[in-house]
């Protein structure tokens, strides 16, 4: 297929006629040509063939011939081109009836004036007219005067290479036969061809716009009138680059004040343009943000002031005016209960589930264009929205709020034809509504909230502090871009649009099944720069446009419970926090006497109070935040009567918005669990580490004690396995939650609609809503996992974590020390009951255990009758001072509470000492746990008994190792304690962690692709930092070099 050659412009040679069927230029028949189309010239005659069917079957029909050429006979061509016919002559009409013929134009000629001076008086033009014959056929052409007024235009009269003429702001076509009319019947052609007003009369209107006219009286405000003011009161909060504040003297208004200011305020009946005259000076009045100092609202409230009469018994309706003022206060206007119908969230006898907008549409001279309904009207600059497309959307469905931010060029609202709207809600509760909608009875006003609105120069709607819209006004007409406004003699200059449209619908308190009136709340913003728009070249002028629907419910009294409940969690909140700090404290404080580390206590129990307060806020806000978005989520998705709709999302306040809490809630969550879970770390990666091995010296070994570390360096290498390792698995999690969120779309449950039907905007999610999907999925995720390690896998496959390593340290001989405070840790007591030595084969491995399963060995308990081999441990401080000596011997300021060496101590001195701390240490612990010899200290003697029920249920120091002056050591039985040094025990604040942490970036980008990414590498980041931190950290605290560990 070969490229097709289009002419440019579609612009064809003159002897050719563009084709458009094949894109060609095709040639015509013979002098048969006039501009555009195949025709015969005005001087010759044309005639009309009969084709064969053959040939018009072919498409070779030539239905059209020219013939004689009249201006041979000097004779010119009828105007239906059947007849040359001579002008007329003194011989056969009047003289002043006579037309001459014109060799230069081939026609007959009245020999009209040409253009002259203005006189002030009508020009005296003649048109030619045809004269016929008794049988109907033209004989000749007159000229017959014009009526007084009106005037022949000729093509003499057009200038600067126009097609037309223009007199009073109207085109006009030479036509020799026609006599034309001024736009005004108070006009008259001047000797000029200009069109004057007659005497007593005023020229109004600009002509490089439109159709000038003439006015008998000026109105009562007649000055500045076409000055128009953008003033922005939002664009200093939003740093805007446009300027908020200018004026520009408007061609528009110029244009449209003075006739519709005064033929409105001097009304002649329905009949003329009086109506419609109203009707465009209220529009100028709304163009210029109602503000009552600018002319046109001026000049309204003068008027509106003179009418008597009203429309449907309202005061502020006044008859030929349109309503655009509520006079009543604004919680009155809102409050008002007189839409009568019932609406459901489904079909339903005598209620209504679909709601019905009508919009009255004006042009902005003020042309009723007619109702029509409400669609898609209010997205005016969404290109993928057809206009023509005037389907119901789905947000017309009662509770389906929706929400459209999407980007706008600005320049593109240049050659769109502006108007300005009244919104009704059609109240189908009434009979006639069945019978015909439009009747007035059907149609509730919308008040309308202009937040640009000017009253005393300032902006009583602008609403940016609480409480601020207590004084607002209300109005009824808006428009959603101004074009006009702007225009002045060098063009358009500034644009204003509708940058946020919002259409809340709330329902009654009282009765959630009826409405009070919707409102509509519009913002606007102007674009300007100087004569921008009117170039050529012009850069393109983008920015954000929303358009949403909210279904909102009144709140206060629940905010007045959820207020109530808050003051009830905040002291439960310090109650718990008092707890946990005096439980802290008296750990701490118990028989420190040593200055520097009450110093360094002092700061440390500061840092540590503020970590407790974050996690306990954490604890309870985040339960307490569950539940309200739990409460939401559950009874506004799954309620089949109207009962709960959800709060209204102001986005034109701060802390105002009933959402704030939850926004703001959530980012301090996400922070102070994110700061608790760093101190955790680094508190885990400072735990004292000691392990005890309980293996008598072998003979024959060279080494200091004679004992293999294989045993050792294998306990240590499965702890510091279990240091990062958790119970649920982040990536099934994860998985799970792309599953369901992203595969199965669940991630459109945080749409604010009442179902599940997901039939809206899918970016379109509710804070509260989606914080409750994510937690739902989160939740489930992780109780499939919990479910399946208890019920089958740790049951049957493999045991708990804490159960293996126990049994490893007892099947190694290693006891354990972890000192996860200065005064508190835990004792793994790993010493084998078997009486060969666990340096031994695996057949006389099985032997041990098997003899132990038989009950052949003693118990593997502290005691050797109990069972228990996990406690938790509390020190007095003369036992912690022992700890430090040994290890400030071989590594000093190597204490838990003084700043760590990095030295790697491989020197021959300074190895030695470590292994000579190291053994001394080992030989402190083994003769403290066996009693060997016994201590002379109570410092140093231990007991071993149950925790009491305060101390296991609230984490109680023990009063008895509170209230002596140096307490004995004391051991709680605990089985799972020592995993809270390690991640194994902080599950839960982990969790909690991954949740705030996806919800924080699904608020951030509202995609759950990208929160499950960026969820995934927090806890990547988690898990090197424990892992990296938590193996220098057992190497160091273990005397275990570090290349022995993985």
Known sequence: MATIPLPPNLQCPPSQVFDYAGLVCSDCDSTKIQPGVCGCPSTSLQTHVDCSIESMWQGSCKDLTCSTECSILSEVASLDQQYCIPCSSNESSAPNESSKYDDLSNECSCNNPAKGPSTGTHVVTKKLVEIYNETGSPIRKDCYRCPEGMAVIIKDLYEDGRQFFVAAGREYIADPHLCVSCPDPYMFFDT?????????????????IGEQSCLENNPSVSSSYSRVRFKDPFALEEESDEPHDFTLESITFSHLYLKAAAECEYYKGSSGKSLQSCQALSNLCVMNMYDEDMPACKQLEVISQRRVETYHNQEEWKYTLPWLYYQDEADYVTSDRGINMRISFRTEVNHVNILSFKLAKFTVDGVFVGMEDLTNQFEFCFSSLDNNDRKKPHWLAFGNSYRHEYDCSIDHLLGKEMYLYDLYLVDESSESCNVNSLRSDCLYPVPVLNRNLVKENKFPNANMQLGDDLDDIYTRRFFIFDNQSGRTPSGTEAVRFAKKII??????????????????IVEYATTANGNRFATAEKEATNTSLVFKVEYSMKTENFWASIQVMIGFIFAFAVVIFGVRMNNFFTRQQANVDDPAARSTLGLHFILHAVMIACHTFVLLF??????????????????????????SDNEFHGVSNEYYFFEASFRVLFWCQSIYIAYTIVDQCRSDLIFVDWESPHRGKSSSNGVPMWRLVTVANEFNRMQAKRRSSIEFSLVFVVFFMIGVGQHKNASPQPNFHHNGDENNSNIALSFANTVLFFAAAWIMQWSWRFVFYERWIEEPHSTKFVDLCTVCNISVFIMVENNKGFYLHGKSPYAASADCAAEELLENLQREGNGLTIDRGL??????????????????????????????????????SNDDQTGGGEKEK???????????LQSFIDRQPPPSRDGLKYIVREPLLAERL????????????????????????????????????????????YNVANMAFNNAGVSVVATYLVNLLRTHLRSWFGKKNLSEKSFINEKFLS
């Open 914 to 924: 470590t292994l000579l701390a190291k053994f001394q240490l080992e030989l402190f």
């Open 503 to 520: 259409l809340q619908i709330q329902t009654q308190s009282e009765n959630p099944s009826q409405l009070y009136p919707p409102r509509l």
């Open 954 to 997: 609230l984490n109680v120091t023990p009063a008895d190792f509170r209230a002596n002056a140096e307490p004995k050591c004391i051991l709680h039985p605990d089985d799972n304690g020592f995993l809270s040094a390690t991640f194994l025990g902080i599950e839960l604040d982990l969790l909690i962690h991954d949740i705030l942490t």
């Open 192 to 208: 000029d061809y200009t069109c004057v007003c007659v005497d007593g009369y005023l020229v109004a209107g600009e002509a490089s």
């Open 622 to 647: 985040f339960s307490f935040n569950t539940i309200i978005c739990a409460y939401w989520f559950i009874f506004f998705k799954l309620q089949s009567e109207v009962f709960l709709l959800l709060p």
């Open 863 to 900: 005691d050797g009758t109990s069972g228990s081999q996990v406690f938790n441990l509390f020190v007095s401080s003369v036992f912690r001072r022992q700890i430090s000596k040994f290890y400030n011997y071989a590594r000093p300021k190597q204490g838990r509470y003084f700043s760590r």
